[in-house]
């Protein structure tokens, strides 16, 4: 399914439905987990946004990616989840999605320093944490971030301003 033929959603069958969860739902619930991070819970966001999608497909204008809209979509749900009675904190193990044909050595270097790399970024509070997550996880730019926080693209810069200035700080401060 090419992101072209997903751009102007008008109809949802099961085909396309299946579809866009084959293509987005890993992102969708990696997402999800590192909002709430809750494996649990980030199942259910994920299974959630789907169902949400299949049942408002007519609500997507076209005006940005799918992508960019089931992040957003994804962002309100995990909102909505972290914010009820029952949400306990999980610390973050490992979230990388990077496969290289390095040694097998290298390879557990390169994964220790990833999940180092995450750990220090579920430290940030979630304002920085999300933008950081969004732009070099997702690699989405800063208009996309600000449309997905509802806030105007000059927060999005300050806020990944302050989130690597934390990030430097915290690693710097771990591996001294």
Request: aromatic fraction near 12%; charge should be positive; avoid cysteine.
């Amino acid at each position: 399914m090419s992101h072209d033929s997903l751009k102007y959603l008008t109809a949802m069958d099961p085909q396309t439905l299946e579809g866009l969860i084959a293509q987005y739902g890993q992102e969708v619930w990696n997402y999800a987990y590192s909002i709430t991070k809750n494996r649990s819970m980030s199942d259910d966001i994920a299974q959630d946004v789907f169902i949400q999608v299949y049942r408002h497909v007519t609500s997507f204008r076209g005006e940005a990616s799918v992508k960019t809209w089931l992040m957003k979509i994804t962002r309100n749900i995990s909102y909505n989840y972290r914010n009820t009675a029952f949400f306990r904190r999980v610390l973050l193990v490992g979230i990388t999605s990077n496969d290289y044909s390095h040694s097998a050595e290298q390879s557990y270097i390169e994964k220790e320093a990833a999940n180092n790399v995450w750990k220090q970024v579920f430290q940030l509070p979630l304002k920085f944490r999300e933008v950081i997550v969004l732009h070099a996880k997702y690699q989405l730019s800063l208009k996309e971030i600000a449309a997905i926080l509802q806030v105007p693209e000059g927060t999005v810069k300050s806020r990944l301003f302050g989130a690597r200035k934390r990030m430097s700080a915290l690693l710097k401060e771990e591996w001294s």
